[in-house]
């Protein structure tokens, strides 16, 4: 089993819908969990970064973690071409290492 | 003002040939990684070092050797290059825990 599991999709919805993307994992360690966005051919850009259970809000963007069940969240509110992209879970543990750990990543494409 | 920067952007070549990619960030952070990114767009991490230690070093074949010469730079020296090692390269930064800065990756096909 991975230590963090995301569906990659292709995901394909149209302009202005809800997007929910979502990963799960494995160990009750972890403590931060990231999401970050990649555009074709280039690096993950950093998008989310929450500390523990609950929800966190910027613009368009709500993460949501929930501890108890090991499920992480991405929400995008009325989605634009320009969030066509792929779009990677990452979590972390307590300690200082910065190891993270990620998911496949979930590709997705909103149609205009 | 590039935070991150990879060189070079791509590179063909032959098996068994001895190649590097170079990063350099001029963000002042003290932590710097190598992940490699496989064609399903999977990212793992390689390596990292803090202040030129280095502290992560997953399951990596030893044809693979880092190098930081200061904390602002991280080369990546590869010996004998395989089929299997062509992938994305990406050099990322960081100063806290979790946020890391990516650079631009390093496209890399072995022939």
């Known amino acids: 089993q991975k230590e963090v599991e995301q569906d990659p999709g292709p995901l394909s919805v149209p302009e202005g819908a809800i997007v929910s993307l979502n990963c799960t994992y494995s160990?009750?360690?972890?403590?931060?969990f990231m999401w970050y966005r990649q555009y074709s051919r280039k690096g993950p850009e950093l998008l989310m970064y929450?500390?523990?259970?609950g929800n966190k809000e910027d613009g368009r963007f709500t993460a949501q973690v929930d501890k108890s069940s090991k499920y992480i969240s991405l929400f995008i509110r009325d989605s634009q071409p320009s969030d066509s992209a792929t779009y990677l879970c990452?979590?972390?543990?307590?300690?200082?290492?910065?190891?993270?750990?990620f998911g496949q990543g979930t590709t997705l494409q909103v149609k205009p | 003002d590039t935070a991150v920067s990879q060189t070079p952007k791509y590179l063909v070549t032959q098996m068994g040939n001895d190649k590097s990619i170079k990063c350099e960030q001029n963000?002042?952070?003290?932590?710097m990684y190598w992940y490699k990114q496989d064609s399903k767009k999977f990212l793992k991490i390689m390596f990292s070092?803090?202040?030129?230690?280095?502290?992560i070093n997953e399951t990596v074949p030893n044809r693979f050797s880092p190098k930081s010469p200061d904390k602002a730079h991280l080369n990546l020296h590869i010996n004998s290059l395989e089929l299997g090692d062509s992938a994305v390269y990406f050099c990322?930064?960081?100063?806290?825990?979790?946020?890391?800065?990516f650079g631009p990756g390093t496209r890399l096909t072995v022939l």
């Open positions: 990322a930064s960081s100063s806290s825990v979790g946020e890391q800065f």
């Open positions: 160990n009750s360690a972890f403590q931060y």
């Open positions: 929450t500390y523990s259970s």
């Open positions: 990452a979590v972390h543990g307590s300690s200082n290492t910065g190891k993270l750990i």
């Open positions: 963000l002042g952070h003290d932590t």
């Open positions: 070092y803090n202040n030129k230690e280095l502290i």
